[in-house]
């Protein structure tokens, strides 16, 4: 059972909203969190994306806010929902990479670490999520119904998500076999239409007695390339040249975390963005049908930069904006995200923010819109007042991501200044590259020759910033 301190203080929150109008509070919104996978800075409409459509992703922009300058969590996947979930960068979060265990999930989020699901479970929330977990398998302390989730249906498993047309999900503890699929044989049951329709029967289910969170982890655009072949598919189809892309097939001897051979890699790609974007766009309208929309705050961003795995081509659709790097790395590309907010009456239509905010401030805020409290020791500060526009927002005095594959990377934001160490393992004096963002926001000129003491002090916040983890450490990790 998880001991923290501030447990005592969810008690009053745990009223029924009832309770909630005689107590002279303001209703509590829904929030819904849609978190892309591996989609990049400039996929998106709103951010400048010319050859792909995003019209509802680009709505829900127009409607509400974007967020200029907001980050993930790191540069992979389990790391950067991690810190999303417990409101720590990635110096101090407890999962630090992509660490497999047998025979299925990744290394669990402990019991002890409070989540923001719990958090607003105990606060009188009814919490689902659907789509990819990848934080302790089924049966651990990490899976998703231990962690403040009532619901939950997808991918337990990050590695298993590699495949569009899997043999299994997971209803809760419960494993759905695909029987259509056939053990990877067929490609019969699309994973991601399944798991939206279990989104939406959720939303279906609301209403307005009761606040929920929707936290909506989809796999799209995560390599592998493959989509069904219908319009979505064919208005891309035959639009781009295309380069044949040979992968590890479905069949009888595919395995669970290959990328299949796509002869439309670009299409596919493009029609993936559109199909999230259609998701997107259902979510909206079901809220909408159900009267749920006025009193629901929509967060949509990405887990971390663009890959470049299954034949994705990245470059092509300028995926990272314009910003140096791609999945993995710590430049603005690999974790400088798409977000967008919207919550009609509160947040002012078609407005910017330039706040520097990143994963681990959705705790706080979420705490603070559920009138809860948040616990001790997490690095993220609420950004409501951005959200509402006030002058008053607080800001970090640095932000830190840190990344454990290929020797350990280090990076470093405090105000315009961005610090990166490449090789940090074990090696805290490794060379710090400087970059001033606000001229150079593609990182091309290493200013540490110019200002070797403003380098130095960036790195000083590194080594103080990163905590040592005997499960984690820096190094070579298995990515999945």
């Given at each position: ?82 810190s999303l979930l417990t409101g720590q960068h990635t110096g101090h979060t407890y999962i630090r990479g992509n660490k497999a265990v047998q025979p299925e999930g990744q290394h669990p989020i402990p019991d002890s670490v409070t989540t923001v699901a719990e958090i607003l479970k105990k606060s009188g929330y ?84 009761q606040p929920f969170f929707l936290f909506l982890p989809y796999i799209l655009p995560h390599a592998e390339l493959l989509v069904p072949d219908d319009s979505l598919f064919q208005q891309y189809k035959g639009k781009f040249e295309e380069k044949f892309h040979r992968g590890a097939d479905y069949g009888a ?55 470049v795995e299954g034949g994705a081509d990245p470059k092509f659709f300028n995926s990272s904006g314009g910003f140096r790097g791609v999945k993995r790395d710590l430049y603005e590309g690999g974790i400088r995200e798409p977000f967008a907010a919207r919550w009609p009456g509160t947040i002012k239509p078609g ?130």
């Amino acid at each position: 059972m998880k001991v923290t301190f501030f447990k005592l203080c969810f008690a009053f929150s745990l009223l029924s909203p009832a309770l909630w109008a005689q107590s002279g509070k303001p209703a509590r919104p829904n929030i819904v969190f849609i978190l892309a996978d591996d989609l990049g800075y400039g996929d998106v409409g709103f951010n400048g994306q010319k050859l792909i459509k995003t019209p509802n992703i680009n709505r829900l922009a127009s409607e509400g806010m974007i967020f200029t300058q907001f980050y993930a969590g790191t540069s992979v996947c389990a790391p950067s929902r991690s810190s999303l979930l417990t409101g720590q960068h990635t110096g101090h979060t407890y999962i630090r990479g992509n660490k497999a265990v047998q025979p299925e999930g990744q290394h669990p989020i402990p019991d002890s670490v409070t989540t923001v699901a719990e958090i607003l479970k105990k606060s009188g929330y009814k919490t689902a999520a659907f789509g990819k977990w990848g934080l302790g398998p089924v049966g651990s302390e990490g899976e998703p119904g231990k962690q403040g989730f009532d619901k939950f249906y997808g991918y337990n498993c990050q590695s298993l998500a590699h495949r569009y047309y899997p043999n299994h999900l997971w209803d809760n503890d419960r494993k759905i076999v695909l029987e259509a699929n056939q053990n990877l044989r067929f490609q019969k049951e699309y994973a991601p239409d399944l798991i939206q329709k279990q989104a939406l029967q959720f939303v279906d289910e609301q209403d307005s007695r009761q606040p929920f969170f929707l936290f909506l982890p989809y796999i799209l655009p995560h390599a592998e390339l493959l989509v069904p072949d219908d319009s979505l598919f064919q208005q891309y189809k035959g639009k781009f040249e295309e380069k044949f892309h040979r992968g590890a097939d479905y069949g009888a001897n595919a395995t669970n975390g290959g990328y299949t051979s796509q002869e439309y890699p670009r299409a596919t790609f493009a029609a993936m963005v559109a199909r999230l974007d259609m998701y997107v766009g259902q979510v909206v309208n079901k809220l909408k049908e159900k009267g749920l929309d006025k009193n629901t705050l929509i967060i949509f961003t990405s887990d971390n930069g663009p890959h470049v795995e299954g034949g994705a081509d990245p470059k092509f659709f300028n995926s990272s904006g314009g910003f140096r790097g791609v999945k993995r790395d710590l430049y603005e590309g690999g974790i400088r995200e798409p977000f967008a907010a919207r919550w009609p009456g509160t947040i002012k239509p078609g407005s910017k923010s330039d706040y520097i905010g990143a994963f681990w401030d959705i705790l706080p805020t979420f705490a603070e819109l559920a009138q809860a409290a948040s616990p001790r020791g997490i690095d993220g500060i609420s950004f409501t007042d951005a959200l509402k526009g006030k002058p008053t927002q607080k800001k970090h005095d640095y932000l830190y991501w840190e990344f454990h594959e290929q020797g350990g990377r280090q990076a470093v934001r405090q105000g315009n200044w961005k610090a990166v160490r490449l090789k940090a393992a074990g090696n805290p004096d490794a060379l710090v590259e400087l970059y001033d963002l606000a001229k150079d926001p593609a990182e091309t000129t290493n200013l540490t020759p110019q200002f070797p003491e403003k380098a130095k002090e960036l790195g000083q916040i590194m080594n103080r910033a990163h905590v040592t983890s005997a499960i984690f450490p820096f190094g070579s990790l298995a990515t999945n």
